[in-house]
């Protein structure tokens, strides 16, 4: 399951920012009539104030505050003009940053990143190195370790491992001392990749330049360890980190339980939890919705439940597959009033979607309450929710197990009213149904008449429905039939409904 997490690890916010143009700001070129001597706008190939424009200006600001406050405006409005102007070049397909840079001379350090950014959302990370080499070497104050770190930083987060590294060695070769954090994005790339041997190497580096390695630098190689599903290397991991005095703190432990319970190693996930719990640390959310994930992939339902309240208490909203997940778990164990529970409780942190309905209905359908359908059938015109086929089948399913062929009857015809389309589940419901007496052609008819059985087929129910009342004969023989043809034949066309009644009844003389 992929997740979010607010690690030390993941790429850094600010690297990430876009470069805003404000093209809502508006300056009335009435307002502002100025001798020319006294302002230009700025370019990037505007000279300086003279040094009797820059006193005269001065002056002004001294005495009128407030056109010193409404000069920075403008010019702050003229910067982002051509900043603008820049970015509208470089979306050229044809553009070369090195060029642009050559033909205008230098770029500030707003124009500078403002490009690396365009470069990075463009996906042309790859010209980022170039770009800085020539413009730091524009100006020799921009060979600092800021700017280094900064690019390296970049550079791994596109994960460049390898202009990192010729970045790193630039920055040596520049008598720059490179830190921690340059460290730890170079490690953190080469881990992301897999590549472990170059990791260490620039992990023992770290040290041998009198760096110490941090919590963030092991939980990233922790992280990519999972990733890779390398738990005994993990463990390791660990055991390294702590034999040098660097403590797990929550966040390591945090990561630790994640990745334990994404490879389904319960035991090690459940020790780290019971760690977790005696140094009276917190859980992040994510890590306990792992937890849940973890426990109902193996039906485990009392450990779930469990985990379950844990994520429901965190106000934690959860993603349908996981959902589902814990649905089957349910359905599985024959709980079916829990669906109507868990409908509930999802309805309390979030708007009641399908699959809320969905539930709320299953768990009655499933418990075959006529009683409790129709109540949650209310609920729904009360509040004017729209139909679907995963409404509707559950309900025909329900029946088709109570063999309320009167129920069945009344529904089948009034699918339209409902503004419901049937798909291949309610094909087959029909079909099952007159397998054992059901005896009803009317709505067969109707399909015919309308088309429906000439359309390609569908399938627009939630599988929660077929986990719950199973497949049934007519969709299990459609897929036995469909898998003896040969790939040409299953291929060569777009099956409608008509083409899969015929070939499941194509050795029984027609359907009954």
């Excluded at 921009?142 to 390296?152: A, Q």
């Excluded at 008819?445 to 077929?466: H, S």
Aim: proline share 3%.
């Amino acid at each position: 399951m992929d997740m979010d997490m607010d690690i030390h690890c993941c790429r850094a916010t600010t690297f990430k920012q876009t470069c805003l143009f404000n093209a809502n700001i508006l300056f009335s070129k009435t307002l502002f009539t100025m001798p020319k001597t006294l302002f230009t706008p700025f370019s990037l190939s505007s000279r300086p104030h003279s040094r009797f424009q820059t006193l005269h200006l001065q002056l002004s600001h001294r005495d009128n505050p407030t056109k010193h406050t409404t000069l920075l405006k403008i010019e702050s409005f003229h910067e982002n003009d051509s900043l603008e102007l820049l970015i509208q070049k470089l979306s050229n397909k044809a553009s070369c940053p090195l060029q642009l840079l050559r033909d205008d001379g230098d770029w500030s350090k707003q124009q500078f990143w403002a490009v690396i950014r365009f470069l990075i959302r463009a996906s042309r990370s790859g010209e980022i190195l170039q770009v800085f080499h020539l413009w730091k070497d524009i100006e020799k104050s921009r060979i600092n370790e800021f700017n280094y770190e900064k690019i390296i930083g970049l550079l791994s987060q596109e994960d460049l491992a390898e202009e990192s590294v010729l970045a790193l060695e630039e920055m040596k070769t520049q008598g720059l001392k490179p830190s921690l954090v340059i460290y730890n994005s170079i490690i953190h790339c080469f881990a992301r990749k897999g590549d472990f041997d170059r990791a260490l190497y620039f992990l023992n580096e770290l040290k041998e330049n009198k760096l110490i390695a941090d919590t963030e630098t092991y939980d990233g190689l922790i992280q990519s360890f999972g990733k890779f599903k390398m738990y005994d290397e993990l463990d390791e991991c660990v055991k390294k980190m702590e034999s040098e005095g660097c403590l797990p703190d929550h966040i390591t432990y945090n990561l630790l339980i994640q990745e334990f319970s994404r490879g389904g190693l319960l035991k090690r996930m459940e020790r780290v939890c019971q760690t977790v719990l005696s140094k009276r640390m917190g859980f992040q959310s994510s890590t306990l919705v792992m937890m849940l994930e973890a426990y109902a992939n193996f039906g485990i339902i009392e450990k779930m439940e469990k985990a379950y309240r844990r994520v429901l208490n965190s106000n934690t909203p959860l993603k349908d597959d996981l959902i589902r997940k814990l649905a089957k778990v349910y359905i599985e164990n024959y709980k079916f009033s829990r669906l109507a529970d868990l409908g509930l409780d999802l309805f309390s942190v979030t708007d009641r979607t399908d699959l809320v309905w969905c539930l709320l209905l299953l768990s009655h359908a499933c418990l075959l309450s006529r009683k409790g359908l129709d109540s949650i059938v209310k609920e729904m015109e009360a509040e004017n929710v729209p139909w679907n086929a995963t409404m509707a089948n559950t309900i025909l399913l329900a029946y088709l197990k109570m063999k309320d062929f009167t129920r069945l009857r009344i529904l089948m015809l009034e699918l339209s009213t409902h503004h419901v389309r049937p798909d291949i589940v309610t094909v087959g419901i029909l079909f099952d149904a007159n397998r054992i007496g059901f005896n009803e052609t009317t709505a067969l008819n109707i399909w015919r008449k309308t088309g429906f059985l000439d359309e390609a087929v569908e399938m627009n129910t939630d599988p929660l429905v077929l986990t719950a009342f199973g497949k049934g004969n007519f969709l299990r023989s459609c897929e036995e039939r469909y898998s003896s043809l040969e790939p040409e034949a299953r291929e060569k066309k777009i099956w409608t409904y008509q083409n899969l009644i015929d070939l499941v009844f194509k050795h029984r003389g027609g359907p009954n």
